[in-house]
């Protein structure tokens, strides 16, 4: 058998598509006569995949810390301008040598179909004049990415930023909450035009990217580069139409219920995040240090090496909590290939959701660390409707151990928050991939017709609540979800890993030691595997169908009720 080994040098510039070169050509030109001469093949484009892959990730998190890092930002332009474009049609060329090779067939079927299936669509869709609409197209998101980074309000005499400001969201007093959620509102739709054209633009270019690869539509063009070989664009309307079903009800009636709790009539957007007893805001910390130091004894206390895995982010510039001006919106854990050491981004504010912020990037982390010792880059890397499963289950696995955070009521309030939160997510993210569905399905449409057909999923699935004298912010509240510009599709797949998390739930609450196990059972295969066995070695179900979604509703609601 072939040995994995060290393959980049340690001094290569991976910045540098003239000092890359050689070494891809190498493996290019590479003689096979056996199985193990293909096995070490993919072992080395593997180790210098990862080589690539870091360096990208240390230009991409280096634009993110700080948009208005113009040195980043020309790093990031050059790489994706000068060395992406020109590494597509080699690394396409690859996949072309493995995938295609008589020798292929001789390698373990258990070990490389997962492999060999997925280049093999790579090299279907494949198309060299794809690769300029591709830079263009990431260029685009780097500019959406700094208009997000740059919004600011000033505030009660303070300028802060967008995810500062969403502390007054939860404030008791409403007058407080109202002038603030309208100042955000108010400083979004200054570049509401501004997105609209950058979404526009990428809107033409990716239909063009579809149709050079034979294919009507970018949806289903995305659908099969994604890989999605376990459920089709159907089954993901049929997944709208489960939580529609099973789970808008409930969100309808939570509202209610707050409005009635909170004395007011009708229901505004501006009260959705206060506590409905009036009680202050949950603050579990005040500083990234005591966010850290916190997470690190609640793993500990969960057992299972959490803790131990969580310590090994202190060291080596694996976290960045703190929001601050110019940073770019939003939370990541972005795996470093080559070093193996995650990287966790977000913009914690001091609030609970920075604390659920947290748990659900260390899911992330911990996925690329029980996978790391994989010498295979792309089994590293799981398909995401099981990697958000990582995340969001951890989000609840960690619920009876907020009390390094929080006191015994406290924990009840944030043990409520997070299963109300099953319904609300659920629901937008049903409108986020309807309203995709019919973007991209609807090529050419005016920002009119687009900003109809919001207003349609959002009384489809939307809350109960009155948009009076705010409707111009209400048809601009797809444009903060980043997932459209950068990310096209990919959210569906928050949805499909919710129902494994809250299948997680309610395995733990049963037998928790059995429930961690699988978890990490299911994480140790990284994307080896295909989707369903992933889930299979979680002990979940993969299940996109209202019969699995009226059962854990069920469950929750039944949670819901007796709380």
Same mark, same amino acid.
């Given at each position: 058998m ?9 001094t ?8 890359l ?5 190498e ?7 056996s199985?193990?001469?293909?096995e *070490?093949?993919i ?9 690539v892959?870091e @360096?990208?990730?240390d230009?991409?998190i280096?634009?993110t810390r700080n948009t208005?890092d113009?040195?980043?930002?020309a790093a990031y332009?050059?790489?994706v301008?000068?060395?992406e474009? /020109?590494?597509k049609p080699i690394?396409?060329a690859?996949?072309q040598?493995?995938?295609?090779s008589?020798l ?6 258990e070990? !490389?179909e997962v ?10 869709l494949?198309r060299?004049e794809?690769i ?5 197209i990431?260029e685009l998101d780097q500019?959406?990415n700094q208009?997000?980074g740059?919004?600011s ?5 303070q300028v802060?930023t967008?995810? #500062? ?10 007058g ?15 570049? $509401? ?7 526009d633009r990428?809107?033409?270019l990716?239909?063009?990217?579809? #149709?050079?690869?034979g294919?009507d539509?970018?949806?289903? &063009?995305?659908h099969?580069? &994604?890989?999605r ?7 993901c309307m049929?997944?709208h139409d489960?939580i529609?079903?099973?789970?808008v009800?409930? *969100? $309808?009636?939570?509202d209610?219920? $707050? ?10 957007p501006?009260?959705?995040?206060v506590?409905v007893l ?7 910390f005040?500083?990234?240090q005591q ?5 690190? +004894?609640m793993?500990?206390?969960?057992g299972?090496?959490?803790g ?12 960045d ?12 854990q972005? #795996?470093r290939q =080559?070093?193996?050491?995650p ?5 914690a504010?001091?609030m609970?959701?920075?604390?659920v912020?947290?748990v659900?990037?260390a899911g992330?982390?911990?996925h ?8 295979i880059?792309d !089994?590293?890397n ?5 990697s ?6 951890m989000?609840?696995l960690?619920?009876?151990y907020?009390?390094e &955070?929080y006191?015994d009521e ?7 928050e997070r ?10 993210i049903?409108t986020?991939?309807?309203?995709? =569905?019919w973007?991209?399905?609807?090529p050419?449409?005016t920002r009119?017709? +687009?900003t109809n057909?919001w @207003? ?7 809350n ?5 004298g ?6 601009a509240?797809? #444009?903060?979800q980043l997932h459209? &510009? ?6 569906i797949?928050y ?11 309610i395995?733990?609450r049963?037998? *928790?030691?059995t429930?961690?196990?699988n ?6 295969l990284?994307?080896?595997?295909p989707?369903?066995?992933?889930? =299979? ?5 993969l299940?996109?169908t209202s ?10 609601? /039944?949670e819901?009720t007796a709380?």
């Amino acid at each position: 058998m072939a040995t994995p080994r060290p393959y980049a040098p340690t001094t290569l510039d991976a910045t540098k598509f003239d000092a890359l070169e050689p070494h891809y050509r190498e493996l290019l030109d590479r003689e096979l006569h056996s199985a193990d001469d293909l096995e *070490q093949l993919i072992f080395d484009r593997s180790d210098i995949d990862a080589f690539v892959a870091e @360096r990208n990730a240390d230009i991409y998190i280096a634009t993110t810390r700080n948009t208005e890092d113009k040195a980043a930002e020309a790093a990031y332009l050059a790489f994706v301008r000068d060395v992406e474009p /020109k590494l597509k049609p080699i690394s396409s060329a690859l996949d072309q040598k493995i995938a295609t090779s008589s020798l292929a067939s001789l390698l373990s079927t258990e070990r !490389y179909e997962v492999l060999l299936r997925g280049l093999r669509v790579d090299i279907e869709l494949f198309r060299e004049e794809n690769i300029a609409l591709e830079t263009e197209i990431a260029e685009l998101d780097q500019k959406y990415n700094q208009i997000a980074g740059r919004m600011s309000v000033e505030f009660d005499g303070q300028v802060r930023t967008m995810p #500062q400001m969403a502390r007054y969201l939860e404030e008791t007093d409403r007058g407080t909450r109202e002038r603030a959620w309208k100042a955000i509102a108010a400083r979004r739709l200054q570049d $509401r035009d501004a997105i609209d054209d950058i979404y526009d633009r990428m809107l033409a270019l990716r239909h063009r990217i579809a #149709q050079n690869a034979g294919y009507d539509n970018f949806r289903d &063009f995305q659908h099969r580069r &994604f890989k999605r070989f376990d459920y089709s664009p159907s089954d993901c309307m049929s997944m709208h139409d489960a939580i529609y079903e099973a789970l808008v009800p409930i *969100q $309808r009636r939570l509202d209610v219920e $707050r409005a009635q709790r909170l004395g007011v009539s009708p229901l505004r957007p501006w009260d959705l995040s206060v506590d409905v007893l009036g009680r202050k805001p949950l603050r579990p910390f005040e500083g990234a240090q005591q966010l850290v130091d916190g997470c690190s +004894r609640m793993f500990h206390a969960m057992g299972g090496g959490l803790g131990d895995m969580f310590d090994t982010l202190r060291e080596g510039d694996c976290l960045d909590l703190e929001s601050r001006a110019a940073k770019a919106p939003g939370g990541y854990q972005y #795996q470093r290939q =080559h070093s193996r050491r995650p990287f966790i981004f977000m913009n914690a504010a001091g609030m609970h959701r920075d604390l659920v912020t947290m748990v659900h990037e260390a899911g992330h982390a911990f996925h690329s660390l029980l996978s790391k010792d994989d010498p295979i880059v792309d !089994y590293r890397n799981a398909p995401t409707e099981f990697s958000e499963v990582a995340s969001m289950s951890m989000e609840l696995l960690t619920l009876p151990y907020h009390g390094e &955070f929080y006191s015994d009521e406290e924990c009840r309030r944030a043990l409520r928050e997070r299963l109300e939160r099953f319904p609300t997510v659920m629901t937008w993210i049903a409108t986020i991939d309807a309203f995709q =569905h019919w973007v991209y399905t609807n090529p050419g449409h005016t920002r009119d017709e +687009r900003t109809n057909m919001w @207003r349609v999923l959002c009384a489809r699935f939307g809350n109960d609540i009155s948009w009076e004298g705010c409707e111009d912010a209400h048809d601009a509240t797809w #444009q903060r979800q980043l997932h459209l &510009f950068g990310m096209p599709f990919y959210y569906i797949e928050y949805g499909i890993a919710e129902t494994g998390a809250i299948q997680m739930w309610i395995h733990a609450r049963r037998d *928790q030691a059995t429930a961690l196990a699988n978890y990490r059972k299911g994480l140790a295969l990284g994307g080896s595997r295909p989707l369903p066995e992933l889930f =299979h070695a979680a002990g979940l179900r993969l299940d996109l169908t209202s019969k699995l979604m009226n059962e854990l509703a069920r469950e929750v609601d /039944k949670e819901l009720t007796a709380n």
